[in-house]
């Protein structure tokens, strides 16, 4: 059969070509050029819609067929080597197991995923079975019980009220009492301090006066006592001045006459002095004043009495004589001795009527003292009075304060108990309702969720220990073991080496940026370019080398691929454990011989595909720092800029929207400012 008129062009158009012309379509329906030029900045705005797409993602590389080589086989982890199962030099097919590492803590895991998809279907089962008549009375007793527990809680809380309510009222009938009882203390106190006050500024008022009383009597002492003064000064004067004493004067004694000389001069000038200070103690009678004439008519009359004594004994050193008569003589004795009496009654005179000041200013000290005494402890027994009235009538309101927080502490205990029945009803009430009612749609779907993901998780443990099977990739001769069993095997030594019995193979180099995207069993389109875009083969990734190859400078890993040659593609693929992409259909068997070692390939491997998802171009996103944003022309022509999280990248700039951007959304992809 000729290959060329076997598959007609219509049959075999170039799935990238198909992919384009859909792209190319969508872009069409779908891309908005959003122009819009504002009187401040004129900026135009290049925006596509975020829309609901299936997004492919591809990789593409030129590669070439050949004759298949020996494959280096080796786990995509290390571990313990549980079996090997194949020996050098025996035939396997694809898909064989070849070697097995120990699994035995996913096989514990495995066996608890299992439980909990059995519990997790038991929940699902018994939640659409609905309640059992015992479930049902069991709920109902519990929220009779509720109710109960409700009632006696309420009651409680009334009773508690009731009680501190009187107990606050208690406390407030103490405080007005205790104030009532300690104001009319205070008050009696009050008057007690009154009436001291005035006893002392009576006592001041009397004391005073009896004072004065005694200066007044006091001056006019010392008032005589300026006469005696001067009554004595003339005795002497006039002995001193008496001509016919001049000679005989105390001439059997010459010293006595020079004392008695000395003694009376300045008598004169002192009692000038002493007149003085008397005279201004009567004009302003004050305890200075008088205490000053006082000092002085005492000094005064002290001199005089020297003055006088003196005399005396210089007349007795005097004789008489013709000028100076006994007469004279006995007449001036006499006088002197009479002075001296004078004088000494006056000393006494003003002695004791200082001593009566003295007496008067003590007595009146004594009674303001006694009356100063009664006013504080007037003041210090209102102040006592005081403060037990502000004691009392704090401790009062403290007892009331403690009165109400205790009150207001049980109330709210109490009324918590009860908050807290009542939660126990409402929780008892719906749960009985939700026994009786049938389950709800949204529990089935919560539950079923549940068991789908205790399914799901199960479903990745089973596939990790398949990870830890090495399968044949293809049909082929065992060439060389490595390991034998329970050696610890490692990723860059081969566990078998394989030949494969087929005749021709893929080969293509992927580049370091996108090996990670591709893995053991994707789906491949080739072309040849010796038959053109128009004929295009299934084909499956079969073997990945985990050594890195470099071309020029850039890391590569080599990839191959094995065709489908069945005559049902699909069929080829189900027993591969590849998926076919949609494109393209079963197809009658290819003429092996027209495919020759060396024909250049043009390989893409399909790595993900998400249906129904929300994409956008991925130039639309903008790196702001370590924040992606994108942003969005508003319906106001104003833009803002929101944060997104992106998943897939696929084919033709397109990328999954996580988060950040709804469907519908007019994304900026660019931005031109100016006229």
Do not use: C
Not at 22 to 48: C, D, K, N, P, W
Not at 460 to 468: M, Q, R
Not at 547 to 569: N, P, Q, W
């Amino acid at each position: 059969m000729n290959f060329f008129t076997a598959y007609p062009l219509h049959l075999h158009l170039s799935k990238k070509f198909v992919w384009l012309l859909a792209v190319l379509g969508i872009a069409s329906a779908g891309v908005v050029l959003a122009v819009f030029r504002t009187h401040q900045s004129h900026v135009t705005y290049t925006t596509e819609i975020a829309r609901l797409a299936t997004l492919t993602q591809t990789v593409s590389a030129t590669g070439s067929m050949q004759s298949p080589g020996e494959l280096n086989l080796l786990f995509t982890k290390t571990g313990t080597l549980a079996s090997v199962d194949v020996a050098a030099g025996d035939g396997v097919v694809e898909g064989q197991v070849l070697a097995t590492l120990s699994a035995t803590n996913l096989e514990i895991q495995k066996t608890e995923q299992e439980n909990a998809v059995a519990s997790a279907q038991a929940k699902l089962d018994r939640l659409r079975e609905g309640a059992t008549a015992t479930e049902i009375n069991v709920a109902r007793a519990k929220l009779a019980s509720s109710q109960t527990a409700l009632f006696s809680a309420q009651a409680s809380l009334h009773s508690v009220e009731k009680t501190s309510a009187q107990n606050i009222e208690k406390a407030m009938v103490a405080l007005a009492n205790s104030a009532k009882q300690t104001i009319d203390v205070v008050e009696a106190k009050v008057k007690t301090l009154a009436d001291a006050k005035q006893k002392y500024a009576n006592s001041v008022t009397s004391a005073d006066q009896t004072v004065t009383q005694a200066q007044g009597d006091a001056l006019l002492t010392l008032h005589d006592a300026l006469f005696d003064l001067a009554a004595s000064y003339t005795t002497l004067n006039d002995i001193f001045t008496d001509l016919d004493i001049k000679d005989v004067f105390s001439v059997l004694r010459a010293a006595q006459k020079l004392r008695a000389q000395d003694a009376f001069f300045g008598l004169d000038d002192r009692n000038e002095a002493t007149k003085s200070l008397v005279q201004a103690a009567i004009a302003n009678p004050t305890e200075t004043t008088v205490d000053a004439a006082f000092i002085s008519t005492l000094s005064s009359l002290h001199a005089a009495a020297d003055a006088l004594l003196e005399m005396y004994a210089a007349l007795g050193a005097t004789i008489t004589d013709s000028a100076y008569t006994s007469t004279e003589y006995t007449t001036d004795k006499t006088n002197v001795k009479n002075a001296q009496t004078t004088v000494a009654a006056a000393l006494v005179s003003v002695q004791g009527a200082r001593n009566a000041i003295t007496d008067a200013v003590l007595a009146a000290s004594a009674a303001k003292d006694a009356a100063q005494a009664d006013v504080h402890a007037a003041e210090s027994a209102y102040n006592a009075a005081v403060i037990a009235r502000d004691t009392g009538v704090a401790n009062a309101e403290q007892d009331l304060a403690s009165a109400k927080e205790l009150a207001a502490q049980n109330v709210q205990q109490v009324d918590n108990t009860v908050a807290e029945r009542e939660r126990q009803v409402q929780l008892a009430q719906t749960e009985l309702t939700h026994l009786l009612a049938p389950p709800a749609a949204s529990d089935v779907a919560a539950s079923k969720a549940d068991l789908d993901r205790a399914k799901a998780a199960l479903a990745l443990i089973e596939d990790a220990i398949k990870e830890l099977s090495l399968l044949a990739p293809i049909a082929g001769t065992i060439t060389e073991v490595n390991y034998k069993r329970g050696e610890q095997v490692n990723l860059t030594t081969p566990v078998v080496s394989l030949v494969g019995d087929m005749e021709l193979e893929i080969a293509v180099d992927i580049a370091e940026s996108d090996i990670a995207k591709i893995v053991l069993r994707d789906p491949v389109e080739v072309t040849f370019d010796a038959f053109g875009d128009e004929y295009v083969f299934p084909a499956t990734v079969y073997f990945i080398d985990p050594a890195e190859t470099v071309i020029e400078g850039v890391v590569y890993y080599r990839v191959k691929a094995h065709l489908l040659f069945s005559d049902d593609a699909n069929a080829d693929a189900d027993a591969a454990g590849t998926k076919v992409p949609h494109e393209l259909q079963a197809y009658p068997a290819i003429d092996r011989e027209l495919l020759k070692p060396g024909m250049t390939a043009n390989v893409t491997i399909f790595t993900a595909e998400k249906e129904n998802v929300l994409v956008m171009p991925q130039r639309a996103v903008v790196i702001k720092g370590s924040d992606r944003l994108v942003r969005i022309l508003q319906n106001n022509n104003t833009v803002s800029e929101v944060p997104v999280r992106i998943g897939l990248r696929g084919d033709n700039g397109l990328v999954e929207v996580l988060e950040g951007v709804q469907e519908g959304d007019a994304v900026v992809t660019f931005v031109q400012e100016g006229k």
